[in-house]
């Protein structure tokens, strides 16, 4: 079975653009989480998503949006991006039968 | 709001036993995570606990203790491809599914 995948594995904006990254959970799960990781530090949430309604949000800025899809697919968009906006930025789908949490490889963003 | 505490780094040697501790203070617990992470690399999961007690794994182990807000992953005859961070993460009562992340201890284990 396939697990988390996101795409872009790496991606590089300037200041001031927006980005959108992706993420398709575990097949049979519907809930999917986005947190932020700085280098050093443990991952941040940002959202979480479950039936493709919006269930949590983190202490992040209006530029950071999501939505779901009905596939259970998720987007991240970022907006008026800056330079802090680097991080690695991990999608993660929950299974709500054993509420164990499985993390998707990652989108290594950079801002220059 | 949530409070994880955990040391930052640990050093071991090869074969031998470490325990990496996590405390924590919460409004309402509702469940522990491990999680392994190598440099570069996304947190693959490595337990879950929400009753107190003793999870086996293999050469991976994880204690919960609620009442003490207390936690520890155990890893037995440590290999070098056990260097890695190890984070605690906390869920909550009514929080969904958010995770809240202690800042990871990174473990060096030496031959």
Same mark, same amino acid.
């Given at each position: 079975d396939a697990g988390v995948t996101q795409s872009p594995t790496h991606l590089i904006k300037t200041r001031g653009q927006h980005v959108t990254l992706r993420c398709s959970p575990?097949?049979?799960h519907k809930s999917v989480s986005w947190y932020q990781q700085v280098l050093g530090q443990?991952?941040?949430?940002?959202?979480?998503y479950y039936e493709k309604e919006e269930?949590?949000?983190g202490n992040f800025p209006d530029r950071f949006s999501a939505r779901q899809f009905p596939n259970y697919s998720s987007e991240l968009n970022v907006n008026a991006l &800056? &330079?802090?906006d680097s991080a690695l930025y991990l999608c993660a789908s929950t299974s709500l039968q054993t509420y164990e949490q499985y993390f998707g490889p990652g989108t290594r963003l950079t801002v220059t | 709001g949530q409070n994880i505490d955990q040391p930052t780094e640990m050093t071991a040697t090869e074969g031998a036993i470490v325990?990496?501790?996590?405390?924590?203070q919460t409004s309402g617990f509702n469940g522990l995570f491990w999680y392994q992470q190598h440099a570069g690399e996304a947190p693959t999961f490595?337990?879950?606990?929400v009753l107190d007690g003793l999870e086996e794994k293999g050469r991976f182990s994880s204690f919960l203790s609620?009442?003490?807000g207390y936690s520890y992953l155990l890893l037995k005859e440590l290999q070098m491809k056990d260097s890695a961070s190890y984070l605690c993460a906390?869920?909550?009562?009514?929080a969904g599914n958010m995770l809240t992340f202690g800042g990871g201890t990174r473990l060096m284990v030496k031959p």
């Open positions: 575990i097949s049979g443990g991952p941040q949430f940002i959202f979480q269930r949590g949000r &800056l &330079l802090g | 325990q990496i501790n996590c405390t924590y490595l337990s879950y606990n609620r009442s003490k906390v869920r909550e009562n009514n």
